[in-house]
C-alpha cells in the first residue's frame, strides 16, 4: 500500500522532479550531463555476468563500504549508486581503470524510472546501505525476486516512532529484505520490530573504515605553507556555524595573533559565499589560493575542495565537526578521529549519537554548547600538545574497532549475488 500511495504521488509529481534536478544542476548539486541517470535512463552496456547492485546515499555512506568493496569476488560486477555530486567524484577515483565496478546516480523513487532502470541493470541482488528503504524501489526488486539486503543498517528511535505509525502498511517493505547487518544492537531490535529479519551480523562499517586519503605531494606543500603556525579545523560546516567558527578566531587571536582557521564547508559549492562573510585576511582553496598569511582581525583559509578532508585532519591542531552547532544531526567525527585529531562538537549529534558517545567516554571527544566553549577547547588544544596527544591516540584507539566486519558484510552480499546463478547478463 504504501508503495502504491507514493508511486501514485511521485508519478504525478515526475515533471516537477524533473525541474527540481534541473535546478539543482544549475547550483552545482548535479552533474548536468548526467542528469537522465536521475530518471533511469543509460545507455551504458551492462556488464557481462553476476551484477550486485549497492546503493548509497552520499560520501559518508559511500566511504563505509570501501573496504567491503575490496573484499567481494573479483568476479563480481558492482553498479555502485549514490545521490550525490561528492560521492560520485570519489567513486570515479576509486573505480579508475577498473571495468567491473560502475557509479551511476540513483534514479528517483518514481515507479516508470524504477523500472526503466532495472529493466536496463537487471541486477541479480541489491543491497542498501544504512537507512535508504524507498518504497517503489523495494516493491519493484520483490516483483522482480532480486534478493535485497540493508547492510550497515540504521534505524534511529525518531525513524522507528514514524514508521511505526504505518506499522501494518510499512511490514511488507521491512519483511521483504532477504538479509539485515545492523549497526548496533538497538538498531537490529527496532528493525525486527518493523517486520525485518534477525540481523545475522551486527557491527558499525564505520569503525571499520579506512582513514581518509591524502595526497601526499599536497600534505607536503600544505605543511610548508603553514609553516608551524597554530591551526585548527572546522570541517563539513553547514550554514551559520561559519559565523561561529569567526567567533571563535576572534576570541583566540589576542593570544594566537598567528592563527590560522581552515573552514571545510560540507558543501563546496558554498565557499564563495563564505569568504564574503568572513574578515580579512582570507582565502579560497578553490581558486587556487593559499592560506592567508596572519592578519589584523583574520586569517581565514576556505577549502572547498572535493575529497580534501583527510588533507585538513592531517595539518590541524584540532577539529571542530559541524552540522552540530547551528543547525542539527552531525556529521561523521569517527574521521578526525581516526587520524588522531582532538574532537569537538555542538550538542545537536542525533546522526551519530552512538559515536559521539563513544568518542567522549574514551576522551576523546568533547562537546560544546557556543563559541565561547568552542574557543576554550580550540585554546586547550593549542596551548597543550601533550593532552593534544593523548586526546588524539585516545580517538584512533577507540575508532579502531570491527576489523573482520567488513569480510563478513562483504560475504553477505555476494552471498546474494551468488544465490541468482550466474547472472542475467551472461
Not at 516508470?112 to 535508504?132: G, T
Not at 522482480?144 to 543498517?153: K, S, Y
Not at 572546522?234 to 578566531?249: K, L
Not at 581565514?300 to 575529497?307: H, R
Request: charged residues 20%; positive net charge.
Amino acid at each position: 500500500m504504501i508503495a502504491a500511495v507514493g508511486g501514485l504521488a511521485t508519478t504525478l509529481a515526475a515533471p516537477a522532479l524533473r525541474a527540481w534536478l534541473r535546478r539543482r544542476a544549475a547550483l552545482g548539486k548535479e552533474i548536468p550531463a548526467r542528469l537522465a541517470e536521475r530518471w533511469g535512463e543509460d545507455a551504458s552496456p551492462r556488464p557481462r555476468g553476476p551484477l550486485l547492485w549497492l546503493h548509497a546515499a552520499s560520501i559518508g555512506e559511500s566511504s563505509s563500504m570501501r573496504r567491503v568493496l575490496l573484499l567481494l569476488p573479483p568476479e563480481l560486477n558492482v553498479l555502485f549508486t549514490t545521490g550525490t555530486v561528492t560521492s560520485a567524484t570519489m567513486l570515479a577515483k576509486e573505480f579508475a581503470g577498473d571495468a567491473r565496478r560502475l557509479h551511476r546516480f540513483v534514479p528517483l523513487d518514481v515507479p516508470a524510472w524504477v523500472a526503466r532502470f532495472l529493466d536496463h541493470w537487471r541486477p541479480d541482488a541489491a543491497c542498501f546501505v544504512e537507512s535508504e528503504i524507498w518504497p517503489s524501489m523495494l516493491h519493484q526488486l520483490h516483483k522482480r525476486n532480486i534478493p535485497v539486503g540493508l547492510v550497515n543498517a540504521r534505524l534511529s528511535a525518531r525513524s522507528f516512532a514514524r514508521w511505526r505509525l504505518v506499522k501494518p502498511l510499512a511490514r511488507p517493505l521491512f519483511a521483504g529484505f532477504a538479509a539485515v547487518q545492523a549497526q548496533s544492537r538497538g538498531d537490529a531490535s527496532r528493525l525486527v520490530a518493523m517486520g525485518a529479519p534477525a540481523p545475522g551480523i551486527v557491527g558499525n562499517l564505520k569503525l571499520a573504515a579506512f582513514p581518509l586519503p591524502v595526497d601526499a605531494l599536497a600534505l607536503a606543500r600544505l605543511r610548508q605553507q603553514i609553516q608551524g603556525r597554530p591551526c585548527w579545523l572546522a570541517a563539513s560546516t553547514h550554514p551559520g556555524e561559519e559565523a561561529i567558527v569567526a567567533a571563535v578566531h576572534g576570541h583566540l587571536r589576542a593570544e594566537f595573533p598567528d592563527l590560522l582557521t581552515i573552514i571545510v564547508p560540507r558543501h563546496p559549492e558554498r565557499g564563495p559565499a563564505i569568504l564574503a562573510g568572513l574578515p580579512r585576511p582570507a582565502t579560497r582553496r578553490g581558486a587556487d589560493d593559499a592560506p592567508p598569511p596572519a592578519g589584523p582581525t583574520g586569517a581565514f583559509y576556505v577549502a572547498d575542495t572535493l575529497g580534501e578532508l583527510g588533507l585538513f585532519y592531517r595539518v590541524a591542531a584540532c577539529a571542530f565537526v559541524g552540522k552540530s552547532l547551528a543547525v542539527g544531526g552531525g556529521q561523521n567525527p569517527l574521521e578526525p578521529a581516526r587520524l588522531g585529531c582532538p574532537v569537538a562538537m555542538g550538542p545537536m549529534t542525533a546522526n551519530f549519537a552512538d559515536e559521539v558517545a563513544m568518542l567522549r567516554d574514551a576522551g576523546a571527544l568533547t562537546q560544546v554548547a557556543d563559541a565561547a566553549a568552542l574557543a576554550d577547547f580550540v585554546a586547550a588544544m593549542l596551548r597543550d600538545p601533550a593532552r593534544r596527544r593523548t586526546m588524539g591516540e585516545a580517538g584512533k584507539a577507540a575508532a579502531a574497532g570491527e576489523d573482520e566486519l567488513p569480510a563478513r558484510v562483504a560475504a553477505l552480499m555476494a552471498g546474494l549475488a551468488g544465490w541468482r546463478g550466474q547472472g542475467a547478463g551472461t
